[in-house]
């Protein structure tokens, strides 16, 4: 999947990694960039999902991917200069899942990932090393308002320090600004519970050979992993067998660069 372009503006990133051409469904994540689309899960098992390994098939308008548990289908349409992305799910009535779109941004130490103040965010425990204080060994994840949950500056995507910190934002909207150029991010699912994810890696990841990349994830859903969650967290197939959903991905250059 492509974002839609600022004038003279790639926004997202990649990486070789000639193990991509290896893998096969139920093979561990390898990270090469640009947008995947993780589902049933984000982290756990299977990692990042069981979709982002399988080809898509192509039909029409419609683009499907299938496992022995669901099929996905998206359609794309263009809208007013920006990108909307509708998902339709068939699986078993109250199958349980975590869907995210994975998108890796390449911006500059200078971006800053903007949400409204006081959206409550969840901070996962790899922020125990920056917090400077024990994590509860019982919490998944701690909850603080945003831009600054638990003390740490997770709206700065910048400069690198060496940090990898994965957040989850209770909201269904963010922006994204990079000097004069602005990307907006939207999920909507009625009747589920939403979020956006970020992953903050800071050159902190992976541990022998880390590398800075972030990714901005609207989620359907709002954990990283469906194994133990609460089932509030969890989106639903309804009783007819299917779920549907939006992504609204919209991007825009500024005259002067307002932030």
Known sequence: MDLPASPDREWLWH??????????PGSDFVDVGGLEECLPTVRGRPDHGAIWNRPWVVAGDAHRVRTDEFELTRCFEADD????VDYRLTAAPGYQFVWAA??????????SLVAKVGTPTRV???AATSTGSPWPAASAWLEDAWPTPLGLPLSRLGPDDGTAIGAILLTSTVQVIDGADRLELRVEA???????ALWRNLRGFPA???????GVEPLVGRVFDREGAAAEDLATVDDGGETRWTLRIRSERTPHGDR
């Open 15 to 24: 990486r070789p990694d000639p193990a991509r051409n290896r893998v096969r």
């Open 81 to 84: 200069g920006g990108l909307v």
């Open 102 to 111: 994975h998108p890796l941004l390449d911006v500059t130490h200078d971006a």
């Open 124 to 126: 996962y425990p790899e």
């Open 190 to 196: 009625a009747g589920q519970p939403t979020g956006i």
């Open 208 to 214: 022998r050979a880390p590398y800075r990349s972030i």
